[in-house]
Each structure stands twice: as C-alpha cells, then as structure tokens.
C-alpha cells in the first residue's frame, strides 16, 4: 500500500506542471489544430498532443469474459467543442465492473476497459467549455453523456434519460469512439463531455475522492431521499465498498445505524465508524430476530441474490427498503405475500444524476467522510478483483493511474 503523502507530493508536481502550460495550452486552441503541451510519466519530458486527432491513451482491459484483465493501448475521440480531456490520477474498483465485464449483466464488447470512479487534472477544454479550464481538479463517475434535451436531462437526472440517450462511462456504443464503444477509467487519459465531469474540491485528496463518483453518490442519494431523522433507526445491509460509506453518510447524518454483515472480521471497523450495533449476520438468520420490526429504513448494498426477507422484516410497518446492489442478471427474488404482512415500502435507486453528484463529493468534503481505501498499482488489479469477490477487500482499492 502506498503512502498519501507520497501520492500528494506527486500529483502537486503534476498539477504544477500543466498550471504553467496551461497558458500556451490555451493560446493554442485558438489555432486550427490544437497542439498542447502534456506532462508524460516522466516529468522532464513534454509529449506533444494533437487536440484535433484521436487521444493515444494506456489502460487496462478485459479482453473476454474471463474477468482477468490486461495492458491495452487504444485511441479514445479527439477533444470536442464541448469536451474536456483529463489526465487521469486514480481511478477506484467498483464491483460493478466485475459483474459487467464477467458479462452478467449481459453480453459485452472486448476489448472493454473498465472503471467508472474515474478522478484527475484537466489537460485540455474544447472551445465551448466554460465550466473548466486546464489545471482543474475533475471528477467523472458513471455516466459521459445524454440527449441533454429531455425533462430528466434537464432536470438533474442525466441517467434517466427520457429518450434513452444515457452513454455509461464504459460499454455503451459511441458512433464517435474510435473502439465503437465507450470506455472506461483503468486508463491514463479520458474525454468527456464537460457536463458530465464534477469538480474536486483541494480539501479532499485524490484518491479519497475516486470513490464517492460511484459508491458515494450510490448511497447518498437514496439515503437523502429517504428523509430520515436524527435518531431514526437506520439499518445498512452488507458493508462493502457501498456499504461502508453508506454507514458513514448516514451517521454524519444523525442516524443510529445498524451494520448487517456476514464477515467478523469487519466488526471492529464498523464500529470505529461510530454506529449503534454491528450485527454478524449467521447462516439461519436467528440472530436477526431480534431486530423484527425495530427500524425506519434500511439500505441494502449487497451484490449477489440473498435471502431478502430476514433483512425486509427488520423494519418498521411504513418502514422503508432500498436496494442499491446490482446482483447477477439485475434480478432478486422477493416473497410478495411476505411483502404484504409486513406492509414496508420496496425500491430501487441507481446512483444519481450529475447535480447530486458534485453535491455528494462537497458533502463529504466538507464533513471529512472519507472512504477506506488501499492503493494499488496497475498490475494488481486482477488479485484486488479476486479480493472484492472474496469479501477481502477493505473497502476500496483505488488504482495510481500512473502505473498504467
């Protein structure tokens, strides 16, 4: 695991160095072709840029459904009007990443890089774009483009397109990228439409930040919508990379939260995090008995199909239930009479629009949540996925884009 200071003192030489180009970057996209001055691995070289060709860019990628992952150079969309490119610092493993690429969610295009909690330095802006300028802190999460016309687009809920027009950071077809499909943040650079980038505040570190692009505004948004209040009984069910953060939101929050998970050895984490009781969910589920009817919400983070009906019963009559876990097929099994007896409202949530997502990475800057993290580099990715699956991950592995 690296150190934070080491990876500060790092980026602050890279921030520096694209500050001080930034100027002739600028003069220059004035001019038809857009040649720009870009910081390469080694700080004492200058790589000339061709704004207006395709973006030579190094990531990662699955190549099958196998789940295993390797170097791949590819070429992502020249810098548009309305684009921004970024050099990518960190990008975090989401679990999401592993069900699509292992194709559970359906069939998939390879080669595919994955990674959707993407965070960096803006290298260079298109004519149109006001909303960043070379050397700015920008985030981008799970979503790189839509119609930008319709009510929900309009509106702040970019990823409930009206007209279906929602491009996914990775995987999604894209006429306009040279690999016919979007792809993701296990990768050195990035293009994306400016609206679809987040600003990172300078109070919160790079690599804490990666994570709240995906697993931070998974959670904060269903949590913000459920308007619980302070002292209400909160319940959050796995306490993974989501989970985690979920308990965190919600004890900042006011909560008395309640942690159900099926691995001991997180029980002294959790509970550094400041909740009211850790539960070690067992096999039978007897000892979650004795929570029946006993709180006002739960959010469930957990990715596989489970048992539902234990966790469904926790709650109050007119309690709440959210399921946020995205499990194999996109499908869960539910007893619907069981539902019925114990009269607690069933939903869905799926992450958040843009809006909501600059506000959950300024929230938790601001409150100083921050998500528990270990550093890898490039060539780690394989064992830190074997790790997520294992339950062994605790509880982001964010990767230093530099070893791409």
């Known amino acids: 695991m690296k150190t934070q200071d080491n990876q500060e003192n790092k980026g602050q030489s890279r921030r520096n160095f694209i500050k001080q180009s930034g100027t002739v970057g600028a003069g220059m996209m004035l001019m038809g072709s857009i040649p ?49 490119l970024i050099d990518i610092k960190f990008a975090s493993i989401c679990h999401s990443d592993i069900h699509q690429e292992k194709g559970h969610w359906g069939k998939q295009q390879y080669p595919q890089v994955p990674g959707h909690e993407i965070v960096g330095v ?14 700015d802190r ?39 990228e040279p690999t016919g499909i979007t792809q ?31 697993a931070g505004i998974t959670t904060y948004s269903p949590l913000m919508r459920a308007q619980f209040k302070v002292g209400d009984k909160v319940g959050v ?30 029980v002294e984490d959790i509970k550094s995090w400041g ?34 009906t234990p966790y469904v019963m926790c709650l109050k009559p007119g309690g709440t239930f959210t ?25 869905s949530s799926l992450i958040g629009g843009i809006p909501e997502t ?12 921050k998500p528990s993290i270990e550093i890898i580099d490039a060539n780690q990715i394989n064992n830190a996925w074997d790790k997520v699956v294992n339950k062994e991950a605790r509880y982001r592995y964010v990767i230093d884009a530099s070893t791409f």
């Not at 943040?185 to 930040?209: L, M, Q």
């Not at 067992?282 to 029946?292: G, I, L, P, R, V």
């Not at 919400?297 to 957990?302: D, H, P, R």
């Not at 959950?360 to 100083?368: K, L, R």
């Open 36 to 84: 720009l001055f870009a910081n390469s691995k080694n700080e004492e070289e200058k790589e000339i840029i061709d704004m207006s060709k395709n973006i030579k860019t190094k990531g990662y990628a699955a190549k099958d459904e196998s789940g295993k992952l390797s170097p791949w150079e590819f070429e992502r969309r020249p810098v548009g009007d309305d684009d921004i």
């Open 122 to 135: 803006v290298a260079a802006v298109g004519k149109n774009v006001t909303k960043f300028k070379v050397g």
């Open 138 to 176: 920008a985030g981008v999460g799970c979503m790189v483009d839509s119609c930008m016309e319709c009510e929900s687009c309009t509106h702040g809920e970019e990823h409930f397109c009206d007209r279906g027009e929602t491009k996914f950071t990775y995987g999604a077809p894209s006429d306009a």
């Open 184 to 214: 993701g943040g296990y990768s050195d650079k990035i293009v994306v439409r400016d609206h679809f980038a987040v600003h990172i505040p300078d109070h919160i570190t790079f690599e804490e930040a990666a994570p709240l692009l995906c």
């Open 237 to 266: 069910a796995g306490i993974g990379g989501l989970g985690h953060l979920a308990v965190k939101i919600a004890v900042s929050k006011g909560a008395e939260v309640y942690a159900f998970t099926t691995t001991p050895d997180k």
């Open 275 to 308: 909740v009211k009781e850790v539960i070690v969910v067992d096999d039978e589920f007897k000892n979650m008995q004795a929570y029946n009817k006993t709180l006002d919400y739960m959010i469930s983070t957990i990715p596989y199909q489970f048992n539902v």
């Open 323 to 347: 399921f946020v876990g995205m499990p194999e097929g996109s499908e869960i099994i539910i007893n619907n009479l069981m539902l019925a007896f114990a009269r607690v409202n069933f939903n």
């Open 358 to 369: 600059q506000e959950v990475v300024h929230y938790c800057a601001d409150n100083g949540i």
